[in-house]
């Protein structure tokens, strides 16, 4: 089981760079959960006193024996070795961000039902087909541009985007953000990545208020919300029932405030988008 109820085990092994340019060779079931273990202390004597900062190496395994066997293999490993690993691992894996269109649907959608079928991140249960999916994209695309991570095989590591909070028009200037990683993406930095750069896509987009809901459990969720300046404003429990009953919270972000009325919301145009996501390393 990983944060948030997780049907599908999993593992991993690892190496993790420190403070000092060291690597930190492991294995694991939840990368994103273990890395922040190690940055908070609670990984491993050697990665605290070390100073875990970030992955410089992950590879999925068949399963956890697997794991084992590789952890011991790449310990065996003469350092040279590991760094050319960690080199070869870090060009692939590092992210690029770009506007979606229709023709992403699939891609997105892929990842989405993988949460759908896995996950508790999403109360849906059922998954949704191509078909809504590409008009999910076009819809989405009328809030605010839709941004999604590759690496550099085009793979998609993972998207972020806004709807509306409440179809009432009083509500124009409130979004609720969505983000999903690609199960194998998640604790590599895509999710922050992705998230800094929608805020202020959504900032250019001219918003106020950013809502996101989080089942709970769902502690990678809560912790980049409360990084990137969220606050909980409220939680309720048995709120929906996906293998169990699950509870909700509410996290808001204030874009900007003051009492004078708003300015209409205006799509950021896609010269806007592209200075923006420059700065986040764009394709
Ligand atoms: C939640 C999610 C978007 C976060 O993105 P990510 O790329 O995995 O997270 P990052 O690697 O950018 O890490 C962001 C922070 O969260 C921490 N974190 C990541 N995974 C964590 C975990 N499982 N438990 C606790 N903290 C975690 C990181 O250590 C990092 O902390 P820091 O900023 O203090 O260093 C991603 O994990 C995901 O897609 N999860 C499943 C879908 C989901 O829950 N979406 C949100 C629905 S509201």
């Not at 990137?228 to 900007?256: E, I, N, Q």
Request: hydrophobic content about 40%; aromatic content about 10%.
């Amino acid at each position: 089981m990983s944060g948030g109820a997780e049907h599908e085990e999993r593992a991993y092994v690892y190496m993790v760079r420190c403070a000092g340019g060291q690597l930190y060779t492991g294995w694991t079931n939840d990368p994103g959960a273990r890395l922040h273990a190690h940055k908070t202390g609670k990984g491993a004597k050697a990665t605290r006193a070390m100073g875990a900062k970030r992955f410089a190496y992950l590879e999925r395994c068949a399963d956890k024996s697997d794991a084992l066997r590789r952890e011991a293999a790449l310990k065996k490993l003469p350092k040279a070795k590991k760094e050319a690993l960690c080199g070869e691992w870090e060009g692939k894996n590092l992210p690029r961000l770009s506007v979606a269109t229709r023709a992403d649907a699939a891609d997105i959608l892929e990842i989405y039902n993988w949460y759908v079928l896995n996950h508790t991140a999403t109360f849906q249960v059922t998954p949704s087909t191509l078909e809504e999916y590409e008009d999910w994209v076009d819809n989405t695309r009328k809030v605010a541009p839709l941004l999604l991570a590759r690496d550099a095989e085009g793979k998609l590591l993972g998207y972020a985007c806004a709807h509306r909070w409440h179809p009432r028009e009083a509500y124009d200037w409130s979004v609720e953000s969505t983000i999903y990683c690609a199960p194998d993406a998640r604790g590599l930095g895509v999710g922050t990545l992705l998230y800094r750069a929608l805020l202020e896509v959504l900032d250019a987009c001219g918003y106020w208020n950013v809502y996101a809901l989080v089942a709970d459990p769902n502690p990678a969720s809560e912790h980049i919300h409360q990084r990137l300046g969220f606050s909980c404003v409220g939680r309720t429990p048995h709120t929906a029932y996906k293998w169990g009953w699950l509870g909700l919270s509410t996290w808001w972000l204030a874009l900007r405030s003051g009492s004078e009325k708003p300015a209409p919301i205006r799509l950021a145009s896609p010269e806007e988008t592209a200075a923006i996501l420059k700065k986040y390393g764009s394709i």
